[in-house]
């Protein structure tokens, strides 16, 4: 059995294609044309590229969004952080990281707000939230699971295009303005029970059953 450690072919590959694809994005914009010319980067053939990309630029976007992912909470500390101050340096290192290869970002981000990519971008938006409220501690596994990663979500994607065309202190700005208003609407639903008109009608509804 094999233990090392090291990345396999497509791992490594599929690195390499993306580290060509960021040099090539803004010339090229992100399409086909650039797969293939990051695949022909790496000496790769049409047969390559299909087997290692199948489906092409949205294959690439997806290595892009989780590299930035990962270069933004490799190494990054919540320790002596309030859960808002963690979600607010996950995001803010997230900006970063995507900034780090700002050109490259913007085209992916394009090509994701097509009609035909939205799907891929909501998806990895979410898959960018998860991973910020994990890093953050979060361990909920009820409803509240959903909703904090829809939310954040709904927070990541403004501020994203805004550290982009706008820079980091307005993003910033922008992203602790959202923060409060989450948390204070965290707080305000805290001491309100959305579960009682269910739990009503279901005691009305064992009474009526059950009567005689």
Not at 99 to 105: I, N, P, S, V
Request: net charge neutral.
């Amino acid at each position: 059995m094999n233990t090392s450690t090291e990345p396999d072919w497509a791992d490594r590959m599929e690195q390499a294609v993306l580290d060509a694809a960021v040099e090539r994005a803004e010339a090229l914009g992100w399409n086909r044309r650039l797969v293939r010319a990051a695949c022909e980067a790496n000496s790769l053939s049409r047969g390559d590229e299909e087997l290692l990309l199948p489906n092409g630029p949205r294959d690439l976007a997806a290595l892009l969004s989780r590299r930035h992912d990962a270069r933004a909470l490799d190494g990054l500390s919540s320790e002596g952080l309030k859960i808002r101050e963690r979600i607010f340096a996950g995001i803010s290192a997230r900006m970063e990281a995507g900034a780090a290869d700002l050109e490259a970002t913007k085209r992916c981000a394009g090509f994701l707000a097509l009609p035909t990519n939205a799907d891929l971008g909501l998806e990895l938006a979410w898959e960018s939230a998860d991973r910020i409220w994990r890093w953050a501690g979060d361990t909920a596994t009820d409803e509240n699971h959903y909703s904090k990663r829809m939310i954040l979500s709904g927070i990541l994607i403004p501020a994203l295009t805004m550290r982009w065309f706008d820079g980091r202190e307005a993003a910033e700005a922008f992203v602790q303005r959202r923060i409060d208003n989450v948390m204070t609407f965290e707080k305000w639903k805290a001491g309100k029970d959305f579960d009682a008109p269910l739990r009503k009608a279901t005691e009305w509804l064992g009474r009526m059953r059950y009567r005689g």
